[in-house]
């Protein structure tokens, strides 16, 4: 009898212990949700066989069900099922949510219910889940909760430059899908520039056969010194379709990026007779700007740029279009004949001839249903339409006067959005860092950042729709180095697109993202520790 009491305790007491080990998940992700309301009940227990289902026959939320299913096994080797019955997670769209990106958590020891007022909404919900979890477990609580959230802003973005390095399909996808995982949803893609075409146009061939590859790469910070090693590749219109339909079932839209009529050296290379004088023209090795740009006083020109803005609005089914429109010298305009002649006929200094050619480029957008996006430049132009939509790259003053003048603009400075940048702080030792373009860039700096300054009236606020981080590559020419410029400033940044300011503390960012950093670790991709290293309150 004896031995059968401690037999019993012992079992009793084994029980406890395994029961104690169970992990529970946090809800405190990155970023943060505007509420979450512990409720009282025992905890859902996630485990091996739970099923998944949606509460109506629409194929996003299936989608929806997939990711969800996909992600716990991926990141714990819980094995989830989708069932058509209903379900112990239950997939809703709820039309009570006011945002179409907003959602809902609901936890009881019965069922977990994930809701959003669209697809959108229900999937970030699930992001939400996903980061609350602990990587490699057999099973885990999940505290019994209600949870609301949604977005600040409804612009999302992170820019990837692949004109100046070209990176494979497969790293486009990965890109995407840090995106997603922050949160964020609109990929800017510049795919095309000086140092590189890389995109297909069916109509200009020889823009991938001859603009996407340059003879050899610059050294160092534009040393003189050359690699003489080809470099090359290109975007099929198929891939680039590819990259379009995979963004889309993580919501998340694809903005192309056709720089004109500067940074334009890669399309001269193929098309010489687009530039002021004829070439030859040789698709640039170094970094920086070339003073070679399109001829605006060539109505080919026009043409030219149209066409390829066509097939580009054919791939890519967003109804904003990038048009670049930084950093253009005009010393080829002022020696070209041609150019001379259509600023005397518009009556405009020939400096400011570039605002000529993007009315022209937005009345061309207007007319086949897209708006343009345009760097803060082109706000020289004083004829241009409250449509053209301002990204503010030279700080934020830019922006703010675009938004005082009634355009819509995503603000994306380069002294808190340019993760090209080191990401130590000035003054601080950059031992053991990768050579980069410079700059300072920590990521408290980027946390710090808010879009929308007092001093803007609540009229020119309004038209702050949202914010972008942009990662420029001349320096950054393979994956690992990308992973590792982002993150984890995607996580500051993610804070600053979606949670409301007042909410928003860095100490607190720093604890939260320890779990983002155990899913880095788990995917396996780079990232800078700095974050954690150092401990200094902020």
């Known amino acids: 009898m004896r031995i059968r009491l401690i037999l019993a305790t012992c079992v009793a007491l084994m029980s406890l212990s395994l029961q104690a080990q169970v992990p529970q998940a946090d809800y405190e992700v990155v970023p ?152 964020m949803n609109t990929f800017h893609w510049h795919i095309t520039d000086d140092q590189g075409w890389r995109i297909e146009i069916k109509k200009y061939p020889r823009l991938a056969q001859v603009g996407s590859k340059r003879d050899m790469t610059v050294l160092g910070r534009n040393s003189g010194i050359y690699d003489s090693i080809p470099y090359g590749g290109y975007y099929t219109q198929d891939e680039a379709r590819e990259i379009v339909r995979y963004a889309a079932e993580r919501y998340i839209t694809v903005i192309p990026e056709i720089d004109m009529p500067g940074h334009m050296l890669g399309a001269l290379a193929a098309y010489p007779d687009m530039g002021c004088t004829g070439g030859p023209y040789k698709v640039w090795g170094m970094w920086g700007v070339s003073d070679q740009v399109l001829c605006l006083g060539n109505e080919k020109t026009y043409q030219f740029c149209q066409d390829v803005l066509k097939e580009i609005m054919d791939i890519f089914p967003a109804k904003e279009i990038h048009i670049g429109g930084d950093e253009t010298p005009t010393a080829s305009w002022e020696k070209c004949p041609k150019c001379q002649a259509l600023a005397k006929r518009e009556g405009v200094d020939i400096k400011h001839l570039q605002n000529y050619f993007t009315a022209r480029m937005e009345k061309f957008a207007g007319k086949h249903g897209h708006r343009i996006i345009g760097w803060d430049e082109v706000l020289q132009s004083k004829n241009l339409s409250d449509s053209t939509i301002i990204m503010s790259w030279r700080g934020v003053a830019p922006g703010s006067e675009a938004a005082k003048r009634g355009h819509d603009v995503i603000m994306s400075p380069t002294d808190y959005n340019y993760f090209d940048y080191y990401q130590t702080a000035e003054g601080e030792d950059k031992w053991g860092e990768p050579l980069l373009i410079g700059g300072n860039l920590p990521i408290e700096k980027t946390y710090s950042f808010e879009p929308c300054p007092d001093s803007l009236p609540a009229a020119a606020k309004s038209h702050i729709i949202g914010v972008q981080a942009n990662l420029w590559t001349e320096y950054i020419g393979y994956t690992s180095l990308a992973q590792y410029q982002v993150l984890p400033r995607m996580g500051a940044l993610a804070e600053v697109q979606w949670m409301q300011p007042a909410k928003k503390d860095f100490g607190s960012f720093r604890e939260r993202a320890k779990s983002l950093r155990r899913i880095y670790d788990a995917y396996k991709v780079a990232y800078n520790k700095r974050l954690w290293n150092n401990t200094q309150k902020k």
């Open 32 to 183: 943060l949700p505007q509420t979450i309301k512990q409720q009282k009940g025992q905890p859902f227990l996630l485990k091996d066989g739970i099923t998944i289902s949606c509460s109506s026959n629409d194929a996003a939320l299936r989608r929806d069900a997939e990711f969800l299913r996909d992600y716990v096994r991926e990141y714990t080797g819980i094995k989830l099922n989708i069932v058509d019955r209903k379900g112990d997670i239950q997939l809703a769209l709820d039309k009570k949510i006011r945002q179409k990106e907003g959602y809902g958590i609901t936890v009881s020891n019965k069922r977990v219910t994930l809701s959003g007022q669209t697809p959108a909404g229900v999937f970030y919900a699930i992001q939400t889940l996903r980061k609350s979890l602990q990587p490699g477990v057999a099973q885990i609580e999940l505290p019994a909760v209600s949870i609301s959230d949604a977005p600040r802003f409804g612009y999302r973005g992170m820019m990837l430059d692949c004109a100046r390095h070209y990176f494979p399909l497969s790293f486009v996808k990965q890109y995407i899908d840090l995106m997603a995982l922050h949160n």
